[in-house]
């Protein structure tokens, strides 16, 4: 029998067979043809094109605030990487899928018919923090608090679990994209300097930091000036960055004081004791333990693999369908 788990990410998209594990990790992107609306190219391959398209070529990211911003493309790129990931193996699988915590009920009976459409058999739709504390190894069947946030690329959700569901929560819509956003800025007010998307994520993955003094990194960035029109080259440090990063990630802080403080006290003292896990590809950036830690007075771990912890989680699931299937 053939289980399928799906991270639905705003970024990613990571697929889950059950047996054999993570089979497609891929990111969520669609390339779409701006007159005739057909799609050209999915995943990666769309990916290279985003900020290089011609004229009528758009590279989009259907999924990109943590809901579905365009529903037939998602269900496009959702149906390409599920047969890019099974080839003619796909017969009726039954379909867990990951979608964002704040996603609207209508979105939710989107997702479900696209599975549907696929031609799932039966389609399980679980909140992606709960699959995410389950692929970091939380068990969070007992009546014991866990903590996980999870910075993705849309948005950054926080949640307090307790036996098997989740107890209190939020979710905003500052994460990876924004420090990519973030750093856009950043460049343009310092330097006068015209980046492309993917130039600032770059950034952010090699000298990105949130905690102050702690990275002492420099990086030779390049595009356009602004006032002279022509390629122009800057170094940039990790401190500059993190000063760009500073008011967002201040943010994040507050949002996640604030889910404490909603939290019953018996499960806050747990949390005391167990600590927080962070997920997500944006909690790769350096310094995001110590500064929660410092900030929120308790022990903060990162989860082994990140940005495939949801996919993870979707197997553990799938393992234990009883867990799932009520
Ligand atoms: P989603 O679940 O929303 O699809 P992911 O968990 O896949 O998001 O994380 C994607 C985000 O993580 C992107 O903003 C990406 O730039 C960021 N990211 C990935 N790797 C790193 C890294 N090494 N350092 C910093 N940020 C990273
Ligand atoms: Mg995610």
């Given at each position: 029998m053939k289980d399928i788990g799906i991270d639905l990410g705003t970024a990613n998209v990571v697929i889950y067979l059950k047996g054999k594990g993570i089979i497609l990790n891929e990111p969520s992107v669609v390339a779409i043809d701006t007159d005739s609306h057909r799609v050209l190219a999915v995943g990666k391959e769309a990916n290279e094109m985003l900020g290089r398209t011609p004229g009528k070529v758009k590279a989009i990211r259907p999924m990109k605030d943590g809901v579905i911003a365009d529903f037939e493309v998602t269900e496009e790129m959702l149906s390409h990487f599920l047969k890019k990931a099974m080839g003619k193996m796909i017969l009726k699988p039954r379909i867990l899928i990951c979608c964002p915590s704040n996603i609207t009920q209508v979105e939710k009976?989107?997702?479900?018919?696209?599975?549907?459409?696929?031609?799932?058999?039966?389609?399980?739709?679980?909140?992606?923090?709960?699959?995410?504390?389950?692929?970091?190894?939380?068990?969070?069947?007992?009546?014991?608090?866990?903590?996980?946030?999870?910075?993705?690329?849309?948005?950054?959700?926080?949640?307090?679990?307790?036996?098997?569901?989740?107890?209190?929560?939020?979710?905003?819509?500052?994460?990876?994209?924004?420090?990519?956003?973030?750093?856009?800025?950043?460049?343009?007010?310092?330097?006068?300097?015209?980046?492309?998307?993917?130039?600032?994520?770059?950034?952010?993955?090699?000298?990105?930091?949130?905690?102050?003094?702690?990275?002492?990194?420099?990086?030779?960035?390049?595009?356009?000036?602004?006032?002279?029109?022509?390629?122009?080259?800057?170094?940039?440090?990790?401190?500059?960055?993190?000063?760009?990063?500073?008011?967002?990630?201040?943010?994040?802080?507050?949002?996640?004081?604030?889910?404490?403080?909603?939290?019953?006290?018996?499960?806050?003292?747990?949390?005391?004791?167990?600590?927080?896990?962070?997920?997500?590809?944006?909690?790769?950036?350096?310094?995001?333990p110590q500064l929660f830690q410092e900030q929120l007075k308790v022990p903060v771990f990162i989860a082994d693999s990140p940005l495939t912890c949801v996919a993870e989680g979707t197997g553990i699931l799938l393992e234990n369908i009883e867990l799932i299937d009520r």
């Open positions: 009976n989107a997702i479900r018919e696209a599975a549907e459409r696929i031609g799932a058999r039966k389609i399980f739709l679980e909140e992606e923090p709960k699959v995410a504390a389950v692929g970091a190894g939380l068990d969070i069947s007992k009546p014991s608090g866990n903590m996980v946030i999870d910075i993705g690329g849309g948005t950054t959700d926080i949640a307090i679990l307790s036996l098997g569901g989740i107890v209190t929560s939020d979710s905003i819509r500052i994460a990876g994209d924004a420090f990519d956003n973030d750093i856009n800025k950043f460049m343009k007010e310092k330097y006068k300097l015209l980046i492309g998307e993917r130039t600032s994520e770059e950034i952010k993955k090699e000298i990105g930091c949130v905690y102050k003094n702690m990275k002492k990194e420099k990086m030779e960035v390049k595009g356009r000036d602004m006032i002279t029109g022509l390629p122009k080259t800057v170094t940039v440090t990790s401190q500059e960055i993190e000063e760009a990063l500073h008011d967002d990630v201040m943010e994040i802080i507050r949002a996640t004081k604030a889910v404490l403080e909603k939290t019953p006290p018996e499960l806050s003292a747990d949390i005391v004791d167990k600590g927080i896990i962070l997920t997500g590809g944006g909690a790769l950036i350096e310094g995001f």
